[in-house]
T-cell receptor, first 112, second 113 residues
Framework: QQQVKQSPQSLIVQKGGIPIINCAYE??????FPWYQQFPGKGPALLIA?????SEKKEGRFTISFNKSAKQFSLHIMDSQPGDSATYFC???????????FGSGTRLQVQP | NAGVTQTPKFRVLKTGQSMTLLCAQD?????MYWYRQDPGMGLRLIHY???????AKGEVPDGYNVSRLKKQNFLLGLESAAPSQTSVYFC????????????FGPGTRLTVL
């Protein structure tokens, strides 16, 4: 079953825009919610992560908003740049197994 | 530090052939994972290991076997490759401590004809 639903599948914004990517999860036994960034031909790399006891986390131009009651979290990219063009994956971590379950990914294109 | 390395980078197999993918990490991480990435499906966990000598099944383990004989290495085996196993395979590792960040290798692109 799909435990993490990510949307949209693809997103095109102009430079300086604020793309927003959303994820919804179905289980409450998760304790860690990361976002990974992947460039073509490379492995995913951790971008930013949040734990369920906070509602928002900012690191530079990247912000995670977390809504525990709605079981949703989102990634906002402020002042987006062409270099942010990549595929973004949300993930959730199972408390017991410590393994990640990934969303299906969002391909972001930031146009100059 | 090289981080997480994977060999080979590319491989083409015929249906029924076998092969082993090697993952190595030099960060002394306890946990290691094998994922496969297919278009539109994100990364799916095949098998994982929480320490030397231990392995466990993930979401999509059928057709694969793994071994963790040394802490730094995690091997993924395909005994009889099928076209459905055409994919990009990623290895990852992390430590029990700290921020739980998983570090990924560069991937192996496998095609089964």
């Amino acid at each position: 079953q799909q435990q993490v639903k990510q949307s949209p599948q693809s997103l095109i914004v102009q430079k300086g825009g604020i793309p927003i990517i959303n994820c919804a999860y179905e289980n409450t036994a998760f304790d860690y919610f990361p976002w990974y960034q992947q460039f073509p031909g490379k492995g995913p790399a951790l971008l930013i992560a949040i734990r369920p006891d906070v509602s928002e986390k900012k690191e530079g131009r990247f912000t995670i908003s977390f809504n525990k009651s709605a079981k949703q979290f989102s990634l906002h990219i402020m002042d987006s740049q062409p270099g942010d063009s990549a595929t973004y994956f949300c993930a959730v971590r199972d408390t017991g197994r410590r393994a990640l379950t990934f969303g299906s990914g969002t391909r972001l294109q930031v146009q100059p | 530090n090289a981080g997480v390395t994977q060999t080979p980078k590319f491989r083409v197999l015929k249906t029924g052939q076998s092969m082993t993918l090697l993952c190595a990490q030099d960060m002394n991480h306890e946990y290691m994972y094998w994922y496969r990435q297919d278009p539109g499906m994100g990364l799916r966990l095949i098998h994982y290991s929480v320490g030397e000598g231990t392995t466990a099944k993930g979401e999509v383990p059928d057709g694969y076997n793994v071994s963790r004989l040394k802490k730094q290495n995690f091997l993924l085996g395909l005994e009889s490759a099928a076209p459905s196993q055409t994919s990009v395979y990623f290895c990852a590792s992390n430590t029990q401590q700290g921020n739980n960040e998983q570090f990924f290798g560069p991937g192996t692109r496998l095609t089964v004809l």
